[in-house]
């Protein structure tokens, strides 16, 4: 990664006070109205904007030909990371005074976007990235059902027991507790697949042995009934705590935006960029 390639190159530069800075021969590239300083700057505040497109696509159903909206938040939390790469870069790698609350503003937003990505994916949704209702993961459930006996040529019934024994009835409160909860799950979740597999590799009497294919495209199916049955269970709590990180996420994306904004018009306005 660039940003990555840069710092290690700059790493002489970087260490130095403000004193040693102004003397090395990197100060003229690597300070934040430098060549590399002020394009990392230009390109950090592109991607800044790029971000609001993100909430901007969730709001405005016209937009829908853009992409589904899991993909644009994959997009948003990978984005979210980069920048906070690159505006260290264009920092200098120091942060006093507004650039720096802008940054730890911003640093706490793209740190925030992991968990918000996780708590996302947590609640079941259609591949337009709709929330789904539990009525409609029912039937999800009992059409992946079907599908995994139809490969498999196993009962039924006997595939939904052997999926619902890797679903745990166990309660979850509070915060802490139901992001603990989710952990388990995932966590579980490959432990019962890797028992599925062990199980369905063995042939049924009368019946040829799944091959390769067969058993992966089974395993995959179960793995999404599995996941399904988990956050179903979930749902209720998993759309309280995405709603509690909503409250908490978004005084900080508008803190870094203003603190952005207010430096890039300060930084116009005395004449530190090539725009002036």
């Known amino acids: 990664m660039i940003p990555l ?38 390109l950090g505040l592109l991607l800044f904007l790029f971000l609001w497109l993100y909430p901007l696509r969730k709001s405005v159903r016209w937009l829908a030909w853009t992409g589904r ?11 979210g990371l980069i920048i906070s790469l690159v505006v260290a870069v264009h920092a200098g790698w120091r942060f006093t005074g507004l ?26 949704r259609s591949m337009t990235g709709t929330e789904l209702s539990r009525e409609e993961v029912a039937e999800q459930r009992r059409t992946l059902i079907k599908r995994i006996a139809l490969t498999t040529g ?20 509070g915060v ?29 009497v009368g019946k040829p042995p799944l091959d390769r294919e067969a058993l992966g495209e089974a395993l995959a199916l179960a793995k999404r009934d599995i996941a ?15 709603g509690y990180w909503h409250v908490a996420h978004r005084p900080f994306a508008m803190t870094a935006l ?18 002036s």
């Open 176 to 204: 802490t507790g139901i992001l603990r909860r989710m952990v388990l799950d995932d966590l579980s979740r490959r432990r019962a697949i890797a028992a599925l597999r062990h199980e369905w590799e063995r042939p049924v």
């Open 99 to 124: 650039i720096g609350l802008g940054y730890w503003a911003m640093l706490t937003v793209a740190l925030s976007g992991i968990v918000g990505r996780y708590l996302y994916v947590h609640i079941p």
């Open 69 to 79: 909206v899991g993909s644009w938040l994959r997009v948003h939390t990978v984005a």
């Open 5 to 42: 390639a840069v710092t290690v190159w700059g790493m002489p530069y970087y260490v130095l006070g403000t004193g040693g800075r102004v003397r090395h021969p990197l100060h003229s590239w690597l300070k934040p109205s430098g060549i590399v300083g002020q394009s990392a700057g230009i």
């Open 258 to 275: 203003i603190a952005v904004l207010i430096h890039v018009g300060v930084a116009i306005a005395t004449g530190m960029t090539w725009l």
């Open 228 to 242: 399904l049955a988990q956050q179903v269970r979930m749902l209720d709590a998993g759309r309280r705590v995405f």
């Open 154 to 173: 196993r009962d039924p019934d006997a595939i939904e027991r052997s999926l619902m024994a890797a679903v745990e009835p166990v309660p979850a409160s």
